[in-house]
Nanobody, 116 residues
Framework: VQLQASGGGLVQPGGSLRLSCAASGSISRINRMGWYRQAPGSQRELVAYITNDGDTDYADSVKGRFTISGDNAKNTVYLQMNSLKPEDTAVYYC???????????WGQGTQVTVSS
C-alpha cells in the first residue's frame, strides 16, 4: 500500500486547508484510513479516521472544525480543516490500517502551519 499526501501549507488563524491522501497498491487490505499529526517535541497523535463502512472518529481537539471524508472511486481520503488554530501546526501524516494484521501504512508527511 502506498499513500500520497498533499495539501499542506501556511494559513492564517481562522483559515482553512484541505489535505488529500491517495492510496494505491493492495488497497483491498485496508480497513481504515485517517490522519495523524506530530508537532515539534510531541508524540504523533490521531486526528481523524474513516472506516470502510463510513464510520468516523475525531480527536476532541478538532471536533466541529475538521471533517474527514472519502472518495472510493478515487481511493482518496480528504481532511477538511476549518477554523484553524496555531496549535494545529504540525506535520500531518496519512495513515491506512489493516485490522487483520494490525499493519499501519504511512504516507509522507505534509506540513501545516497556522500563523499570522
Amino acid at each position: 500500500v502506498q499513500l500520497q499526501a498533499s495539501g499542506g501549507g501556511l494559513v492564517q488563524p481562522g483559515g482553512s486547508l484541505r489535505l488529500s491522501c491517495a492510496a494505491s497498491g493492495s488497497i483491498s487490505r485496508i480497513n481504515r484510513m485517517g490522519w495523524y499529526r506530530q508537532a515539534p517535541g510531541s508524540q504523533r497523535e490521531l486526528v481523524a479516521y474513516i472506516t470502510n463502512d463510513g464510520d468516523t472518529d475525531y480527536a476532541d481537539s478538532v471536533k466541529g472544525r475538521f471533517t474527514i471524508s472519502g472518495d472510493n472511486a478515487k481511493n482518496t481520503v480528504y481532511l477538511q480543516m476549518n477554523s484553524l488554530k496555531p496549535e494545529d501546526t504540525a506535520v500531518y501524516y496519512c495513515n491506512a490500517y489493516r485490522y487483520l494484521s494490525g499493519t499501519n501504512y504511512w504516507g509522507q508527511g505534509t506540513q501545516v502551519t497556522v500563523s499570522s
